[in-house]
């Protein structure tokens, strides 16, 4: 029944690498942008990195600029996130979702939230 299935998620180091993975089931998929969103305590969702529908597009929040990279797989209807350098400060719950315009100050989520996938970040 899930619609956005978010994986991937662990405990690294500071300075350590992750990858998730969100399997979408929607039909449409291929046909919006991804973006991928996090939520640490206390704090509210934000949108983190996005993509457009047929991968050639991606725009990215300031405080992941090189560190992070946004691909999809429209094939096996997957989008990815991979992140470099992790700092503290990324520890949050990661949320996908699709997104009505890949411009990361404008985007919002169009479907309801998936459970998400934890990433903590130990200094």
């Known amino acids: 029944q899930a619609q956005l299935v978010e994986s991937g998620g662990g405990l690294v180091q500071a300075g350590g690498s992750l990858r998730l993975s969100c399997a979408v089931s929607v039909r449409t998929f291929s046909n919006y942008g991804m973006g991928w969103f996090r939520q640490a305590p206390g704090s509210e969702r934000e949108l983190v990195a996005t993509?457009?529908?047929?991968?050639?597009?991606?725009s990215y929040r300031d405080s992941v600029k090189g560190r992070f990279t946004i691909s999809v797989d429209n094939a096996k209807n997957t989008v990815y996130l991979q992140m470099s350098s992790l700092k503290p400060e990324d520890t949050a719950v990661y949320y996908c979702?699709?997104?009505?315009?890949?411009?990361?100050?404008?985007?919002?989520?169009?479907?309801?939230w998936g459970q998400g996938t934890q990433v903590t970040i130990s200094s």
């Open positions: 993509i457009s529908p047929r991968g050639d597009r991606t």
């Open positions: 979702n699709p997104v009505n315009t890949i411009v990361i100050d404008y985007a919002q989520p169009l479907l309801q």
